[in-house]
T-cell receptor, first 115, second 110 residues
Framework: DTGVSQNPRHKITKRGQNVTFRCDPI?????LYWYRQTLGQGPEFLTY????????KSRLLSDRFSAERPKGSFSTLEIQRTEQGDSAMYLC?????????????FGSGTQLSVL | SQQGEEDPQALSIQEGENATMNCSYK?????LQWYRQNSGRGLVHLIL?????REKHSGRLRVTLDTSKKSSSLLITASRAADTASYFC??????????FGTGTSLTVIP
């Protein structure tokens, strides 16, 4: 495995349904980030993990959103009771921080469309 | 909220010309990075410049950083059609969040 893998690539759902996305980071990376990106905008930080610990959550992450990284490897992002405003690209990134030199490696994203 | 703002929002140039895009940010940083994103794909890291550096080169890329003005610029020399993409600056702060700007959409016309 040479990169960050996200599944599914596309998800179409009806408003009110729950959806779950998966991210498999680069295997030796201990940090994992979730971002959300809407058309014409830059990625917005949602949350990040150091190993299995969720260390920070954005205020953008309402109580309908939950993320886990149970064994410090893959992560899931669940959105409950989806709303049309949740439609966006959800990006996962991983990193192996070195002193003042942390670089993010992104997956290709999951494009969510809420009808 | 997003930390950075790129300027211009969109840039269209002829192949072979140089492309310059700018990034301004709001708070003190540890380092600043530039990323590239092709349509519908994830971001790819291009170059990192630390807060104590003023200029850095990587191939056809040249990045400058002015911490007194809280700004950075990315220069792509001798542009190619394959450079067509969106370019984002990202800054980090204590707390390990990376904040991305709004991006510059670059179109290189063959």
């Amino acid at each position: 495995d040479t990169g960050v893998s996200q599944n599914p690539r596309h998800k179409i759902t009806k408003r009110g349904q729950n959806v779950t996305f998966r991210c498999d980071p680069i295997s030796e990376h201990n940090r994992l980030y979730w971002y959300r990106q809407t058309l014409g905008q830059g990625p917005e930080f949602l949350t990040y993990f150091q190993n299995e610990a969720q260390l920070e959550k954005s205020r953008l992450l309402s109580d309908r959103f939950s993320a886990e990284r149970p064994k410090g490897s893959f992560s899931t992002l669940e959105i409950q009771r989806t709303e049309q405003g949740d439609s966006a690209m959800y990006l996962c990134a991983s990193s192996l921080p070195q002193a003042s030199n942390e670089k993010l490696f992104f997956g290709s994203g999951t494009q969510l469309s809420v009808l | 909220s997003q930390q950075g703002e790129e300027d211009p929002q969109a840039l269209s140039i002829q192949e072979g010309e140089n492309a310059t895009m700018n990034c301004s940010y709001k708070t003190s940083i540890n380092n600043l990075q530039w990323y590239r994103q092709n349509s519908g794909r994830g971001l790819v890291h291009l170059i990192l410049i630390r807060s104590n550096e003023r200029e850095k080169h990587s191939g056809r890329l040249r990045v400058t950083l002015d911490t007194s003005k809280k700004s950075s610029s990315l220069l792509i020399t001798a542009s190619r059609a394959a450079d067509t993409a969106s370019y984002f600056c990202a800054t980090d702060r204590a707390g390990n969040q990376f904040y991305f700007g709004t991006g510059t959409s670059l179109t290189v016309i063959p």
